[in-house]
């Protein structure tokens, strides 16, 4: 197992504000799946990885315990409704492209 693993992805989610199902729809996983992930009874493959590192504006490597601190920018979405986080999130991505 990849020690702090479930951990970061758990603190990361909370972090953002984001529900457990919100996550798995975006990521293409079922909630129980990401729910193993953070109770570390399995690992993310290395595709689900990147896909959590880049949901939650980190790097892999910082997942994987290779980097010992996250980005610092966050926006709380603790208030939103699961529409409302996944509305601003897709914002912030078309934001990043440009």
Do not use: W
Not at 36 to 55: R, T, V
């Amino acid at each position: 197992m990849i020690k702090g693993l479930s951990e970061k992805l758990k603190k990361k989610r909370q972090a953002l504000g984001l529900s457990r199902k919100v996550v798995s729809e975006i990521i293409g996983i079922s909630a129980s799946t990401l729910a193993d992930y953070e109770n570390g009874y399995i690992e993310p493959s290395l595709k689900n990885i990147m896909k959590l590192a880049a949901l939650y504006k980190c790097s892999t490597d910082y997942l994987l315990g290779l980097e010992k601190q996250a980005p610092a920018r966050c926006i709380d979405v603790s208030q939103l409704s699961d529409d409302q986080a996944q509305a601003l999130q897709r914002l912030v991505d078309t934001m990043e492209g440009e």
